[in-house]
């Protein structure tokens, strides 16, 4: 007999709430009365993160969602640009937690501004209006940074390079990444402890590899923390091959993504 088909909805709706989408999915099909109270916006708003109306403020796209549960998925599944374009704001489907990319226009990239070196071009595939193209360099060193209080409290989070390569490409084989809390360790010590990234080549012992996406784009992991109460200040994720100065070239990069583990 199905005892929850008997309870009231908004008790059903206020047990969900306290529980993930991922298990509100699973307990909507075990269930009359659950796979009811599992549309019910006050579950999927507990979903939410609690700063959501402030972020969707802060983007131009237009999210004409009747439901709660409609705009959940649909901050998973379509990435908005917030702060005019500079990140990408989208949630982890199974948590519900906060993921950001930050554009190439706000790295800071050595030999960015000069033409020779670097290109700006917009990409059919981007989510941004500009990609940096890597035309020649010996010198490469890219680092993006996030705030920690825009991220989700007592998570987990990795952070991704996200890139293609051109035909062609050349001195891209490894580099070495590192993440870190600027207030809290120095460039010099991170660098120590820097780990070695395979960057055009998916195979190598102990390197991290590069892997596809579902969005035609490829991505590389430079590293993780551990985001405890958002008062750490900046974090920074650093990618570089400065020591090997061999010419590099055919790197296109979308961008750098803070997403949870």
Known sequence: MDYFGLM???????????????????????????????????????????????????????????????????????????????????????????????????????????????????????????????????????????????????TNYVVYLIFKLKSGYYGLETANTFVRFVDRESDNEAEERASVVSISRQEGPGENRSKGRDDEWMEIEMGKFFNDTGEDGDVEARLMEVRRLSAKGGLIVQGIEFRPE
């Open 8 to 154: 009231p909805e908004d008790c059903l709706s206020k047990i969900l709430s306290f529980t993930s989408p991922e298990d509100t999915a699973r307990l909507s099909t075990s269930s009359r009365g659950f796979n009811s109270a599992a549309e019910s916006d006050v579950v999927w708003e507990k979903f939410l993160p609690s700063d959501y109306q402030n972020i969707i403020s802060k983007s131009k796209s237009l999210l004409a969602s009747p439901s709660m549960k409609q705009l959940y998925f649909s901050l998973c599944d379509s990435p908005i640009l917030t702060d005019g374009g500079k990140m990408s704001f989208s949630l982890d489907k199974k948590t519900g937690k906060k993921c950001f990319m930050v554009s190439a226009r706000e790295l800071a990239i050595s030999w960015s501004d000069t033409p020779h070196y670097w290109a700006w071009s917009s990409h059919p595939d981007s989510r941004f209006s500009e990609v940096a193209n890597l035309r020649f360099v010996c010198w490469l060193d890219m680092r993006g940074k996030i705030d920690t209080r825009l991220l989700s409290k007592r």
